[in-house]
């Protein structure tokens, strides 16, 4: 399939989703290609994630070295791209929904990179000073948080036909790994 095409189909689906449209899903193939395509959205999100990466390494002092951080980072970048879906496979067996893992994959991929662009703004501003590190700051940030949580909600809900309790609780289990991560990342950071 054309690349331009995946992301149009990518991005019309979570445009969908954005609109909490359940037959936005249906956007997203069920098939194994379906949601190997989607980590398009992964490469897409790259240069971006340099780009505030580099502006985060401006804004660290002491200035760590490039030679340690630049990997460390990397890793992390890939590793939060491809530890969710691994677990999902063994999640979405166990509840009884593997025949509809791919698509809540290609649709779980492209709303990350929509959560990316989304934040790059607000993460830009609080760097360059913008948006001073203050308790309003926080506010919008948990916000974020919470409004990001039910998009994902919504997509584990309708991509995987479970009921709301269980798509809660993929949401929630999702967190706990993304906060394992930046355990990790900050862990890797200071040896």
Do not use: C
Request: zero cysteines.
């Amino acid at each position: 399939m054309n690349p331009l095409d995946e992301i149009r189909r990518g991005l019309a689906g979570v445009w969908g989703v954005l609109r909490f449209r359940p037959e936005a899903l249906k956007t997203f193939g069920d098939t194994p290609s379906g949601a190997a395509r989607s980590f398009l959205a992964m490469a897409i999100g790259l240069p971006v994630y340099m780009f505030v990466l580099k502006a985060n390494l401006a804004a660290i002092t002491p200035r760590p070295s490039l030679a340690g951080f630049l990997p460390v980072m990397l890793l992390y970048y890939v590793i939060e791209w491809l530890i969710w879906p691994n677990l999902m496979v063994g999640v979405a067996r166990r509840i009884g929904r593997a025949r509809l893992y791919f698509r809540y994959i290609a649709a779980y991929n492209w709303f990350a990179l929509a959560q990316m662009l989304i934040m790059v703004p607000v993460q830009l501003s609080m760097l360059s000073g913008a948006l001073p590190a203050t308790p309003g700051i926080a506010l919008i940030g948990f916000a974020a948080t919470v409004a990001f949580g039910v998009y994902e909600w919504f997509i584990a809900r309708h991509g995987l036909e479970i009921e709301p309790r269980p798509a809660i609780a993929l949401v929630l289990l999702n967190l706990l790994v993304g906060l394992a991560l930046l355990q990790f990342k900050a862990f890797q950071l200071q040896l």
